[in-house]
T-cell receptor
Framework: DQQVKQNSPSLSVQEGRISILNCDYTNSMFDYFLWYKKYPAEGPTFLISISSIKDKNEDGRFTVFLNKSAKHLSLHIVPSQPGDSAVYFC???????????FGTGTLLAVQP | NAGVTQTPKFRILKIGQSMTLQCTQD?????MYWYRQDPGMGLKLIYY???????DKGEVPNGYNVSRSTTEDFPLRLELAAPSQTSVYFC????????????FGSGTRLTVV
């Protein structure tokens, strides 16, 4: 049972345009949501997070939106750059042990 | 500051062999985790630890064992390797109680033939 879902395996956008990556979850007890970025042959790196009590968090070109009623979050990257090309994982935290449950990832390709 | 260090980076095992994947962190993080990443499947939690001497199972613990004798080290042991354990393994650490995410190692790519 996949509690965190990323339904788009891949996304291609033009440099300078907006990239929108989506994530759905099923467990209403998740208290934090995070996005990770992964380049080939490297470990994932933390990008941005949002608490379940907020609906938006912004960090430079990256903004995460949370819609709790729809159990949906999205990552917006504006403007997109070729260096943003990577796999993006959505993750959710469900307890005091800080265990994260990851989605299957979305491969973003930003075309110059 | 090295962060999370995993060794080896690559390994080929024969069916039935055993090995230990090493993981060391130098950030004095209490929590440590082992994940595996299979193509198209995201990252699945194998085992985790909330401190030295304390470990617990994640989603996919079968075929693996862990120990946590020190804060810094969290080795993952594979006994009787099977082709289904072919994967990329990531170790991660975090401070307790924070939602700011993990620091990951660069991974170990394991092939069982």
């Amino acid at each position: 049972d996949q509690q965190v879902k990323q339904n788009s395996p891949s996304l291609s956008v033009q440099e300078g345009r907006i990239s929108i990556l989506n994530c759905d979850y099923t467990n209403s007890m998740f208290d934090y949501f995070l996005w990770y970025k992964k380049y080939p042959a490297e470990g994932p790196t933390f990008l941005i997070s949002i608490s379940s009590i907020k609906d938006k968090n912004e960090d430079g070109r990256f903004t995460v939106f949370l819609n709790k009623s729809a159990k949906h979050l999205s990552l917006h990257i504006v403007p997109s750059q070729p260096g943003d090309s990577a796999v993006y994982f959505c993750a959710a935290r469900g307890g005091a042990t800080n265990k994260l449950i990851f989605g299957t990832g979305t491969l973003l390709a930003v075309q110059p | 500051n090295a962060g999370v260090t995993q060794t080896p980076k690559f390994r080929i095992l024969k069916i039935g062999q055993s090995m230990t994947l090493q993981c060391t962190q130098d950030m004095n993080h209490n929590y440590m985790y082992w994940y595996r990443q299979d193509p198209g499947m995201g990252l699945k939690l194998i085992y985790y630890s909330v401190g030295a001497g304390i470990t617990d199972k994640g989603e996919v613990p079968n075929g693996y064992n862990v120990s946590r004798s020190t804060t810094e080290d969290f080795p993952l042991r594979l006994e009787l390797a099977a082709p289904s354990q072919t994967s990329v393994y990531f170790c991660a650490s975090s401070r307790s109680g924070q939602g700011f995410g993990y620091t990951f190692g660069s991974g170990t790519r394991l092939t069982v033939v």
